[in-house]
C-alpha cells in the first residue's frame, strides 16, 4: 500500500460567513482535483473555528488568561505562563487551546464547540457534491506527556475509524496481540501536517490510499477516561 497526501492550496483567509466544505470544493476545482473514494480530507481547525465563529479580540495578557481559565473545565498544571488545561471536550493540552498564531494582533481562535460534529458536517456536504465516500479529520497541535516537540492529531472525526483495534489479532510470529490500538487518526492529522506545514498556509490536504474499515469513529473515543490516564 502507498500513502498520498496532497496539499490543498489556494485557501486563502476565512471568515464566519464561510462554508468550510464550499471553501474546499472551489479550491480544489481551480487545482483541477477530484475528491477520490476513500480519500481523508484533513482540516486544520483554525479555519473551521473561523467560520464557526469561535474567535475572540483579546486587550491584554490578563484579557488572554481570562479566556483561557474560561475555556477550561480544569487546569491540571501550571509552569510559569504555560498552563496544562483540560477542556469541556476532554482535550488534555495547553492552554485550554486557545491559540494565537496565524490571527491578528489582539485576536485568539477557540476550539471548535463540537469538533466531530464539525468534521461530520464537512464530510456529508463534500461526500454529495463530490459523489463519493470519504472521511474527513480537523486536526490541532499538541504537545505530548512522554516525547518532547508537537505533533498534530485529531480533534474531530467522521467517516473513518479514530482508532484500530488489532486485539485479538496476530502478530507476524503468530502472537495473539492483547493491547495494541493503533491511534489511526492521530496518524492521519500528523502525516498531513507534513505537506501543510506550520507557515504555509495551507490549511487543508487530502490523504489518500488508505485501506480503512468502515467503522464510524469520533475524536473523543481517543481521550483517555482519568482512571487511564497516568500522569493525572
Known sequence: M????????????????????SVIT????????????????VVTHKIVSKAEGQVRTIESEEAYRAL????????????????????????????????????PQGWAVLLPDD????????????????????????????????????????????????ILDLRGGRDMQGRVLEVTEVAVADEIAAAADLAMGKASGIPVAIVRGLDLPAVEGRARDLVRTASEDMFR
Open 26 to 41: 472551489s479550491a480544489l476545482a481551480a487545482m483541477n482535483v477530484g475528491l477520490r473514494d476513500r480519500d481523508v480530507v
Open 2 to 21: 502507498s500513502v498520498e497526501i496532497v496539499p490543498v492550496v489556494g485557501i486563502g483567509e476565512v471568515t464566519d460567513t464561510d462554508d468550510i466544505a
Open 68 to 103: 483561557v481559565a474560561g475555556e477550561a473545565v480544569e487546569i491540571l498544571r501550571r509552569r510559569g505562563d504555560l498552563v496544562i488545561t483540560k477542556t469541556r471536550h476532554g482535550f488534555i493540552c495547553a492552554n485550554a487551546a486557545v491559540d494565537r498564531s496565524n490571527v
Open 115 to 162: 469538533p466531530d460534529a464539525s468534521a461530520h458536517r464537512i464530510r456529508l456536504r463534500l461526500q454529495r457534491d463530490h459523489d463519493v465516500a470519504i472521511g474527513v479529520v480537523i486536526t490541532d497541535t499538541f504537545g505530548r506527556a512522554w516525547r518532547r516537540g508537537l505533533c498534530d492529531v485529531a480533534i474531530g472525526v467522521s467517516g473513518i475509524p479514530a
